[in-house]
């Protein structure tokens, strides 16, 4: 397992079930209402300091998910258009899945959760799911998945330690 997070150049997240708990809340005839999880902002922030992107792929379609990928300035993809994982991640990132994290939490991340070199699954996620992801993060769906699934990555690949440092330099920096 270690050896393969060597090779993690990309992590891909479903939306519904890990940057949110699943609930999606309908508004009227045409809103609806997701809770991300702040924690995950700066998980995105660190993943691309350190040379790992970050997309989102999901198969729901919904102005919540579009607006949170473009304040974080990630990739949004959906499932639905037509193109399968690989062919995006061959086409637009120049990758493939062996260079890949997948997080999901449902029947229609199996394949991917399958197919990627690491996988990881919510706490919350389905026992399907857990039971062939590679990793059961101890985070719920919409309670900092992402940051426990960029530590694991980052701490296999040795730059754990350099996230921690960076930061408590900054707060020296900040204090002075």
């Known amino acids: 397992m270690n050896k393969k997070m060597q090779n993690i150049t990309l992590i891909i997240s479903d939306i519904d079930g890990v940057l949110t708990d699943g609930r999606i809340n309908l508004i009227g005839n045409t809103e609806e209402m997701k809770s991300f999880s702040a924690k ?12 790992i992107r970050v997309i989102f792929y999901t198969g729901r379609t ?14 949004l993809y959906y499932k639905k258009d037509g193109r399968e994982l690989a062919q995006i991640l061959e086409k637009d990132f120049m ?64 730059k754990w330690e350099g996230v921690i440092e960076q930061f408590l330099s900054e707060e020296k920096t900040h204090a002075q």
């Open 40 to 51: 995950d902002g700066p998980a995105i922030e660190i993943a691309k300091k350190n040379g």
């Open 95 to 158: 990758t493939s899945m062996g260079n890949v994290a997948y997080v999901g939490d449902d029947f229609n991340d199996l394949r991917n959760i399958k197919n990627s070199a690491v996988s990881f699954a919510p706490s919350d996620s389905n026992p399907i799911v857990r039971k062939y992801a590679s990793i059961t993060t101890e985070a719920k769906g919409g309670e900092g998945v992402l940051i426990e699934v960029v530590r694991t990555v980052l701490t296999a690949q040795g």
């Open 62 to 75: 919904s102005s919540a998910s579009e607006r949170r990928a473009k304040e974080l300035n990630v990739p």
